[in-house]
């Protein structure tokens, strides 16, 4: 989509369509996935990096950091959640023709960054209770808590960027999305080094310098994003009245809470199953946490697909052409299931040397080696989830997305795993969430496939 001038973006005014509604489906997937490949795998390879890095300091910091991944993830879980509801809401307005796009993107960044206020001062008020009821040593504490006061109010200017990029998607700027966050993630791995450990005489702070490194870099990404979004139309001048925002976050919210939730699921299973694995020692979830990095790394090109699938499944949707949202879905899954098999199998020949490379700890490394060995064997139908879920929220069903992921990590995930800790020890915890994945990526593409037909099939019959 060719960028507007600055003075186009009004409340009455709306960006061109993005094209997602005509074309060849399986090109133009990959031509607005590769973008996203390179944001995702620029952010996960700096929290990768961030990840050695923390492991330099020692196990017990490794521990603590890993403690509060499953926390940390439900903040940002609720910054996809309400990306999506963004991308889903812009995306049909774009494809619809609708005018205000701007209007619903100013209103979108107003309600994320009070949310993300709300979010900083409950963390901060639970940190102690929570964490002593995860399982985290007393002598952990006062590492987590040091981490966690520098990192919820910086997640705030994290989760206003991510709304800001997600409306750029929906109208086909993928590109944008790729150059900030990988121009984001060097800031951020160029300056956590010195941070965490010194430099030029200055002590290091340790988890502290870890958290500070991402403020500074969430910080520029919002500017960037800001920046783009006013320079390409797509952010209208001045505040909204009090009805508009309020009929802006109905729909927002419509998509964007269950999207929250089923993206808050994922780390309040991880939480669940952080806790059985405490009952095994420290250091299985240190290594729990390092395997949950590389597995991140492992699974990009999922996690950029199904970025992807919403906007493009919106403006379909709004264009009233569901039958490309059919034909994406097939493409996806022979992908899904193609790449998912490579991957596995290269975590299973490299998992022990990867995991050593994390840690000198022969437990700690044990246990991620282990996870990889296991848990990979699923990441096929893991990204079939993801791509599911994302077209079912730009489909305007997030009902069906919430559904899925409870049925995944709650009714799933957690009882296997408790059952195959009790079994078979921390190995059989991992063997829970793999099964886990198995099993519902098989229902979920069962589930989509189904209820595409009626749709397809009348458009077919209305186009005769």
């Known amino acids: 989509m060719p960028d507007m001038h600055p003075a186009a973006a009004t409340a009455q005014t709306t960006p061109s369509r993005a094209g997602m509604t ?13 973008p996203m490949v390179f944001a995702v795998l620029s952010t996960i390879g700096y929290s990768v ?17 890993s403690f509060t991944f499953p926390v940390t993830m439900v903040v940002i879980s609720l910054a996809i959640g309400l990306g999506a509801g963004t991308s889903a809401v812009v995306a049909r307005a774009l494809g619809a023709g609708e005018a205000g796009a701007g209007a619903l993107v100013v209103d979108a960044l107003l309600l994320t960054a009070a949310l993300g206020l709300a979010a900083a001062l409950i963390g901060e008020a639970v940190v102690g209770p929570l964490f002593r009821a995860l399982g985290a040593p007393d002598a952990l504490l006062p590492l987590i808590a040091g981490y966690l006061r520098i990192w919820f109010p910086a997640a705030t200017l994290f989760m206003v960027s991510m709304v800001g990029l997600s409306a750029a998607r929906a109208a086909g700027d993928a590109r944008f999305q790729g150059i900030a966050m990988a121009g984001a993630a060097l800031l951020n791995l160029a300056v956590a080094a010195p941070a965490i450990f010194g430099v030029g005489g200055m002590p290091g702070l340790g988890l502290r310098g870890a958290a500070l490194a991402n403020a500074l870099a969430w910080g520029a990404l919002l500017a960037a994003t800001l920046w783009r979004l006013r320079s390409s139309g797509l952010l209208s001048d001045g505040l909204p009245s009090p009805s508009r925002f309020m009929a802006s976050t109905w729909r927002i919210l419509h998509v964007g809470l269950p999207a ?94 990867i995991a050593s490379r994390f840690s000198a700890d022969p437990e700690v490394a044990a246990a991620t080696a282990a996870y990889l060995a296991v848990v990979p064997v699923s990441y096929g139908l893991a990204g079939i989830i993801a791509v599911v879920n994302s077209a079912f929220n730009g489909l305007n069903r997030p009902g069906a997305a919430v559904l899925i992921s409870v049925a995944r990590t709650m009714l799933v995930n957690v009882p296997v795993a408790w059952m195959g800790g009790r079994l078979f020890g921390a190995t059989g915890v991992f063997l829970g969430v793999c099964v886990a994945n198995v099993l519902v990526g098989i229902g979920a593409a069962w589930w989509i496939w189904r209820a595409t037909v009626p749709e397809v099939r009348g458009a077919e019959a209305a186009a005769g």
């Open 22 to 34: 005509t074309g060849p489906v399986g090109p133009m997937l990959v031509r607005l996935t590769l």
């Open 49 to 65: 990096a961030e990840t050695w890095f923390i492991a330099r300091l020692g196990p017990e910091a490794l521990s603590a950091v």
């Open 260 to 353: 929250a939730g089923t993206n808050t699921i994922i780390p309040v299973s991880a939480v669940i199953v952080t806790g059985i694995l405490a009952t095994y020692g420290t250091k299985a979830v240190a290594g729990f946490g390092v395997a949950g990095r590389i597995e991140s790394l492992s699974m990009v090109a999922f996690f950029a697909l199904s970025a992807v699938m919403n906007p493009f499944a919106g403006q379909n949707a709004g264009a009233g052409r569901l039958d490309r949202v059919r034909e994406a879905m097939r493409a996806t899954f022979v992908f899904c299931l193609g790449f998912g098999a490579v991957v596995a199998g290269g975590l299973w020949l490299a998992g022990p040397w």
